[in-house]
Every structure is written in structure tokens, then in C-alpha cells.
């Protein structure tokens, strides 16, 4: 189902982000 695997790529696309954003956050403090 191609729906499906964009949604899950999306998912993971944010997940990836948030990290990336919280490390970033951790860093500059």
C-alpha cells in the first residue's frame, strides 16, 4: 500500500527531526 509506506516514512522523517531538534536545543544551552 503506498499510502502506507509514506506515512511510515514520514513518521520516521519526523522522528528524525525531533532528535536532530532536541539535540541541537541540548547543545546551544
Same mark, same amino acid.
Given at each position: 500500500?503506498? *499510502? #502506507?509506506? *509514506?506515512? %511510515? *516514512? /514520514?513518521? /520516521? #522523517?519526523?522522528?528524525?527531526? !525531533?532528535?536532530? !531538534? #532536541? !539535540?541541537?536545543?541540548?547543545?546551544? %544551552?
Amino acid at each position: 500500500n503506498p *499510502i #502506507y509506506d *509514506i506515512r %511510515e *516514512i /514520514s513518521h /520516521s #522523517y519526523a522522528i528524525g527531526a !525531533l532528535k536532530r !531538534l #532536541y !539535540l541541537f536545543v541540548r547543545w546551544e %544551552e
